[in-house]
T-cell receptor, first 112, second 114 residues
Framework: QQQVKQSPQSLIVQKGGIPIINCAYE??????FPWYQQFPGKGPALLIA?????SEKKEGRFTISFNKSAKQFSLHIMDSQPGDSATYFC???????????FGEGTQLTVNP | SAVISQKPSRDICQRGTSLTIQCQVDSQVTMMFWYRQQPGQSLTLIATANQGSEATYESGFVIDKFPISRPNLTFSTLTVSNLSPEDSSIYLC?????FGQGYTFGSGTRLTVV
């Protein structure tokens, strides 16, 4: 019930490509869905987040698509750059102030 | 959003000893979270620390192994006790920012047990 399943485990794209990372959840009580970006040796940094009353959110080159009926959400990175090479984690939370449940992570490589 | 200073950034410890990790936040926060991230893996919650009360531990984590202090609203420590090589991991603290700003993470402590 508390799990968030993330795919793919790894992803390689060319510069300018649009990598898509998918997450699925079971717990309908989740009310907040963030994506984190983590570089080696650093803590995760919040990239973008969405709430279930919105189907899409865009911030710069990053877009979250949210499908409430399918209990799925995805991250799209437009015009990807080598500097986007990192590990991406989706997460979900039940209520404000409570713990985050993380997906397994996706290691993204953007080749020049 | 909150800024977290986590120390130490890395340490190499002898088997059987303990390591205490500190997290200092630049603003008052109610909840602080401690995570473990094993190499190449996702983040696993160890415990939630609320100021003025005992920490709440997740399944598989116990207070004797991972004692936590939360003396005020800006500071917490996690101790990893009786170290074994299996404790080699990255440990991270996190806080929930106010006003929907999301969760901020410290930069992590990379622990190697030899």
């Amino acid at each position: 019930q508390q799990q968030v399943k993330q795919s793919p485990q790894s992803l390689i794209v060319q510069k300018g490509g649009i990598p898509i990372i998918n997450c699925a959840y079971e717990n309908t009580a989740f009310d907040y869905f963030p994506w984190y970006q983590q570089f080696p040796g650093k803590g995760p940094a919040l990239l973008i987040a969405i709430r279930p009353d919105v189907s899409e959110k865009k911030e710069g080159r990053f877009t979250i698509s949210f499908n409430k009926s399918a209990k799925q959400f995805s991250l799209h990175i437009m015009d990807s750059q080598p500097g986007d090479s990192a590990t991406y984690f989706c997460a979900a939370r039940v209520t404000s102030g409570s713990r985050l449940t993380f997906g397994e992570g996706t290691q993204l490589t953007v080749n020049p | 959003s909150a800024v977290i200073s986590q120390k130490p950034s890395r340490d190499i410890c002898q088997r059987g000893t303990s390591l205490t990790i500190q997290c200092q936040v630049d603003s008052q926060v109610t909840m602080m979270f401690w995570y473990r991230q094993q190499p190449g893996q996702s983040l696993t919650l160890i415990a939630t620390a609320n100021q003025g009360s005992e920490a709440t531990y997740e399944s598989g984590f116990v207070i004797d192994k991972f004692p936590i202090s939360r003396p005020n609203l800006t500071f917490s420590t996690l101790t990893v006790s009786n170290l074994s090589p299996e404790d080699s991991s990255i440990y991270l603290c996190s806080v929930d920012n106010s006003f929907g700003q999301g969760y901020t993470f410290g930069s992590g402590t990379r622990l190697t047990v030899v």
